[in-house]
């Protein structure tokens, strides 16, 4: 869990302990466009922690590896102590779906336009018939 350097140790020691006692934190995003929900478990173990720690750099700063592995061991591990980790798992996503701003006299034309498209547009015309924006395949 990332804490930004402003919050105090307090803040720290209670976000921390709110991970441990409540292993099924739900989070929510800030907007009103939906949210999502999650199983929260830290990462605690230095072994944990420099394996995540590895998977993330190699998935989001792979030329910073070989600087990670120069630092040596001990200092690893130094580092490692004032990281915590935690992974989240989606259990439920909510999301609203906007397609050329809800103008509904459009439907028709954007679903016929996707339909003959893609393989991508014609899924996302499936979906324009699964949520009843355009009528079903064998309604047409």
């Given at each position: 869990?990332?804490?930004?350097?402003?919050?105090?140790?307090?803040?720290?020691?209670?976000?921390?302990?709110?991970?441990?006692?409540?292993?099924?934190?739900?989070?929510?995003?800030?907007?009103?466009?939906?949210?999502?929900?999650?199983?929260?478990?830290?990462?605690?173990?230095?072994?944990?922690?420099?394996a995540?720690?590895?998977?993330?750099?190699?998935?989001?700063?792979?030329?910073?590896?070989?600087?990670?592995?120069?630092?040596?061991?001990?200092?690893?591990?130094?580092?490692?102590?004032?990281?915590?980790?935690?992974?989240?798992?989606?259990?439920?996503?909510?999301?609203?779906?906007?397609?050329?701003?809800?103008?509904?006299?459009?439907?028709?034309?954007?679903?016929?336009?996707?339909a003959a498209?893609?393989?991508?547009?014609?899924?996302?015309?499936?979906?324009m018939?699964?949520?009843?924006?355009?009528?079903?395949?064998?309604?047409?």
């Open positions: 869990m990332y804490l930004p350097p402003q919050f105090n140790e307090k803040d720290r020691a209670v976000a921390i302990e709110l991970m441990r006692a409540n292993a099924f934190a739900s989070l929510i995003t800030t907007d009103d466009e939906g949210h999502c929900t999650v199983q929260a478990r830290l990462v605690e173990t230095p072994h944990e922690k420099d995540l720690l590895k998977r993330l750099i190699g998935e989001h700063e792979p030329a910073y590896a070989q600087q990670w592995r120069d630092l040596g061991e001990e200092f690893q591990h130094k580092l490692l102590a004032g990281l915590v980790g935690f992974e989240l798992r989606v259990t439920e996503l909510q999301c609203k779906i906007k397609l050329n701003q809800h103008r509904p006299e459009s439907h028709a034309a954007m679903h016929a336009i996707y498209g893609s393989p991508d547009e014609q899924a996302l015309a499936g979906w018939q699964r949520l009843g924006m355009a009528p079903s395949s064998n309604e047409a």
